[in-house]
């Protein structure tokens, strides 16, 4: 058993304290925007229909989620900004090396979506009454633009880290190159279409929770009911569509980052027919997993569409591959969870 000296050395560690801190911040920020990225789009179809018919139930319900987005929003601006400050406390070397990059990305989400969406979001509120119809409608749909533009800047730069391109390394630093290449980067398509569908999914299972949760209070509430029908319609497209494109992410991280396919799915040693781990204990002293339950040939399946595919295992990549228990029970974790997502891996 390993001394107290060693457990303190092991919990004072300030890049496992750094890795903490930061993991904590962004679980918590990342229900925030989960829920407003895609509820934007719903206020927006609220604004022009309540326009288009005048039903009274469409506007009761425009007002109320309205509020539920105003207190996302602030919530999700709030842990936001501390995220963002850890960049620098947290992460000073990365932004040392990297800060040509990624700061300018992370300016362009300011820029062109904070301010577009916390600046319009006051009209929605407060305008409602003051404003003409047109200028309150422009308003939620410049709302809904900004929070798919925000999500669009930071999965550009999520995904650069990953599967960087369109750079230089001049002097030890990371100068950019091509901006194009480096927003769109190969796996930032599958990581934005993941997670803009994670959002809407997001928002229809709390609309839905919600409206269902007052329906057995007041079974003839008609704002309650209508919201129910749009969440699961909405639900019922989404879910088989993010099979779909999860499958296609997962195609090109084994093609771009094969280590870290390897580490989520605990492969140690490159072989065929490779079995789906449902549950295990990584032990990377011994390069095996303890107490595994397991679907035969399921990963192989999975990722290669093949049951009797070649994967490759950790010993290929010597020390280069990502530390395995938390990348494999991390992915156990998101796979099993609701459809409240943050960004992908």
Not at 1 to 16: G, I, K, N, Q, Y
Request: aromatic residues 12%; neutral net charge.
């Amino acid at each position: 058993m390993p001394s107290f000296e060693a457990r303190h050395a092991v919990l004072t560690d300030p890049l496992l304290l750094a890795r903490a801190q930061f993991g904590l911040n962004i679980a918590f920020h990342i229900l925030f925007p989960s829920i407003t990225i895609a509820l934007g789009w719903f206020l927006l179809y609220l604004r022009v229909r309540a326009n288009r018919t005048g039903e009274d139930w469409v506007e009761r319900a425009y007002r109320l989620w309205v509020k539920v987005f105003a207190i996302s929003f602030g919530l999700g601006v709030v842990s936001g900004l501390t995220m963002s400050f850890q960049f620098g406390t947290n992460w000073p070397g990365f932004m040392e090396k990297a800060g040509n990059v990624a700061g300018p990305l992370l300016g362009y989400e300011v820029l062109t979506a904070f301010f577009l969406e916390s600046t319009f979001l006051g009209v929605m509120l407060f305008g409602r009454d003051r404003v003409p119809p047109w200028l309150h409608t422009l308003a939620a749909s410049l709302v809904a633009i900004g929070t798919s533009a925000s999500a669009f800047w930071i999965l550009a730069l999520n995904s650069w880290m990953h599967t960087p391109q369109g750079f230089a390394v001049i002097n030890g630093e990371v100068h950019a190159t091509d901006w194009i290449a480096i927003i769109f980067n190969p796996s930032f398509p599958y990581r934005l279409a993941h997670m803009l569908i994670a959002s809407g999914l997001t928002a229809s299972f709390l609309i839905a929770g919600l409206s269902a949760f007052q329906l057995l209070r007041n079974a003839t509430h008609a704002p309650a009911l209508g919201m129910l029908r749009i969440a699961l319609l909405v639900a019922a497209v989404l879910a088989p569509t993010q099979l779909v494109v999860g499958d296609l992410h997962g195609l090109n991280t084994l093609e771009h980052q094969p280590a870290k396919i390897a580490a989520m799915e605990g492969i140690w040693h490159t072989e065929r027919g490779v079995p789906l781990l449902l549950f295990a204990v990584p032990n990377e002293r011994e390069r095996r997993n303890d107490f595994a339950i397991s679907i035969p040939n399921g990963a192989s399946l999975i990722l290669r569409h093949d049951a009797d595919a070649e994967l490759k295992g950790l010993n290929e990549f010597g020390d280069q591959h990502p530390p395995v228990a938390p990348v494999f029970f991390a992915f156990r974790v998101m796979v099993g969870r609701p459809p409240l997502r943050a960004s992908p891996c």
